[in-house]
């Protein structure tokens, strides 16, 4: 299986270092970055299985900010492989599908608890409450057409999304920064790649 990371962050960014190394060592196969600005529309993705997109430092409220991302915005409305939008990479994926975003007047920065409100396998191994790395200050404001909210949080009303036909989900948090107190978010990545494994088989 071939994963491909979109790289939304700012240039040198650590986050998408860690990203990169978390997501290898969980799909034991072979783990691609492309930054978004070289995302353009017709651009060959056939040879990748799965596709991540990234956090981001940006905000949606920046000036701009949807001219920035109008390519990668086209690629998440077309494509279909399996896909995890993370954080900003989820509110991208959330905007394609035509949901707002919103401010949320503070930034959330560390780890809360979420609640699954619908049954997936996403959730396997999981605690019926469990606790997540958020860093935002900004969020969906609504669930976007032809998904299904999955997961909330008394901070964030759309935690978790699945999209009713293809195996795309998008999560407000970033389950790659884990710990051994904290590790539903290693979790949650092992399942949503075992879900690609049987889509893509």
Not at 88 to 104: E, K, N, R, V, W
């Amino acid at each position: 299986m071939r994963t491909l990371i979109i790289d939304n962050y700012l240039p040198n960014s650590p986050q998408i270092e860690n990203l990169y190394n978390v997501l290898k060592d969980i799909t034991v196969h072979t783990v691609e970055i492309k930054d978004y600005s070289t995302i353009h529309p017709g651009e060959e993705f056939r040879l990748y299985d799965v596709i991540v997109l990234s956090g981001s430092q940006r905000k949606f409220a920046e000036p701009g900010i949807m001219d920035t991302f109008t390519h990668e915005i086209d690629f998440i409305k077309t494509t279909d492989k399996p896909m995890l939008g993370i954080c900003f990479g989820h509110q991208l994926l959330s905007m394609a599908f035509g949901a707002d975003i919103i401010d949320m007047g503070v930034k959330f920065d560390g780890y809360y608890m979420v609640q699954p409100v619908s049954d997936s396998e996403l959730f396997d191994g999981l605690p019926a409450k469990f606790l997540v790395r958020e860093s935002h200050e900004e969020m969906v404001a609504d669930v976007p057409f032809d998904f299904e909210l999955l997961a909330s949080s008394p901070n964030c009303p759309i935690e978790v999304i699945k999209n009713g036909k293809m195996p795309i989900f998008g999560v407000q948090f970033h389950p790659e920064r884990f710990d051994d107190e904290h590790p539903a978010g290693k979790l949650i990545l092992e399942n949503f790649f075992k879900l690609a494994s049987w889509y893509t088989k």
